[in-house]
């Protein structure tokens, strides 16, 4: 196992469904909670708490609480947040370049699954 890459102690939480996603929705600036929810159609707010909370616990994120009644309360990516964005657009842009071979995998793997005609 490689040193520091405990799956117990890994800080890595991109692998969720929402996280890459809260990344790419702070990547022009901070915005609020309800703000977050618009472009993450399908989050619960159950959920949407969750995941900003682990991402604070973790530095990618920052929650700034302002003035106001309700209190204004608005979320950012910290630099280590920021640091995110390089790999992620990485992994966006050989996704893109690969979609056809990996929806080809796919294909080769359903067709030749259990019951499929090739068993």
Not at 40 to 56: A, D, F, Q
Not at 58 to 71: S, Y
Not at 109 to 116: H, L, R, T, V
């Amino acid at each position: 196992m490689f040193t520091g890459c405990d799956h117990t102690d890994s800080p890595f939480r991109l692998g969720g469904k929402w996280t890459a996603k809260i990344v790419r929705c702070l990547e022009d600036g901070p915005r609020r909670f309800s703000e977050l929810a618009v472009p993450l159609r399908g989050i619960t707010p159950k959920v949407l708490t969750e995941t900003l909370r682990s991402m604070e616990r973790d530095g990618l994120i920052a929650r700034t609480v302002g003035d106001g009644t309700p209190p204004r309360v608005d979320y950012a990516l910290t630099p280590l947040g920021r640091s995110l964005l390089a790999p992620m657009a990485a992994c966006c842009a050989w996704a893109a370049a690969h979609l056809p071979e990996v929806e080809g995998a796919r294909e080769a793997y359903e067709d030749a699954a259990p019951g499929s005609a090739l068993h």
